[in-house]
């Protein structure tokens, strides 16, 4: 079974600075999609990023940023000149791609607390 | 983006009462939606998985007679919470595959808070 593991329950960084979060999943599929979800107060499950397994170059949207090893199985988020509305619970994720990955589940990391600090 | 409605966004009822929360894709057809429920401070933990015109895929240790889901039409899924009690009190979150090119990416519901007095 796949597992995703954040080591990290909670980060501070200053408004404006770089922050990485950490992800760790384990699986014996070489293809699948990981994610970057941000869950912020007002409790809505936004997606940040995705990655797809067979690419080797790593996601980028805006700001964000992940830093991909396959072979390691990490997918690290990097959020460059924070804000404060980046202050949330950031989830990271895995889903399958067998069978089409439509109707496969995603699962989920324990999240890390993001605070920024103004 | 793709856009799931989930509604109501709280509810609160009495001890023993049944519930349903609506989950809708507003502008795509979903013929495969998840219900999940989280506790405060934790992850989300998959309950089911809903597929158009068939029964839903229960995950180990829910009860299926408990939470009753319905995915009668390819833009509404429910959920209904039966007989329920205070420990079913929680957030409750549904989620929609897009299909076509992104159907890797799961949308979600803005999610509803139930309290069970």
């Known amino acids: 079974a796949q597992t995703v593991t954040q080591s990290q329950p909670e980060m501070s960084v200053q408004e404006a600075e770089t922050v990485t979060l950490s992800c760790t999943y384990d699986?014996?599929?070489?293809?699948?999609?990981l994610f970057w979800y941000k869950q912020p107060p007002s409790r809505q499950m936004i997606l940040v990023i995705r990655?797809?397994?067979?690419?080797?170059q790593n996601a980028t949207e805006n700001r964000f940023s992940v830093n991909f090893q396959k072979a390691a199985k990490s997918f690290s988020l990097k959020i460059s000149d924070s804000q404060l509305g980046d202050a949330a619970m950031y989830f990271c994720a895995y889903r399958s791609a067998s069978g089409g990955g439509a109707t496969n589940k995603l699962i989920f990391g324990t999240g890390t607390l993001l605070a920024v600090q103004p | 983006g793709a856009v799931v409605s989930q509604h109501p966004s709280w509810v609160i009822c009495k001890s023993g009462t049944s519930v349903k929360i609506e989950c809708r894709s507003l502008d795509f057809q979903a013929t495969t939606m998840f219900w999940y429920r989280q506790f405060p401070k934790q992850s989300l933990m998959l309950m089911a998985t809903s597929n158009e015109g068939s029964k839903a895929t229960y995950e180990q240790g829910v009860e299926k007679d408990k939470f009753l889901i319905n995915h009668a039409s390819l833009t509404l899924s429910t959920l209904t919470v039966t007989s329920a009690h205070p420990e079913d009190s929680s957030f409750y979150i549904c989620?929609?595959?897009?299909?076509?090119?992104?159907?890797?990416?799961?949308?979600f519901g803005a999610g509803t808070r139930l309290s069970v007095l």
């Open positions: 699986t014996s599929e070489s293809d699948y999609y």
């Open positions: 989620s929609a595959t897009v299909p076509g090119l992104a159907k890797n990416i799961q949308y």
């Open positions: 990655q797809e397994a067979y690419k080797q």
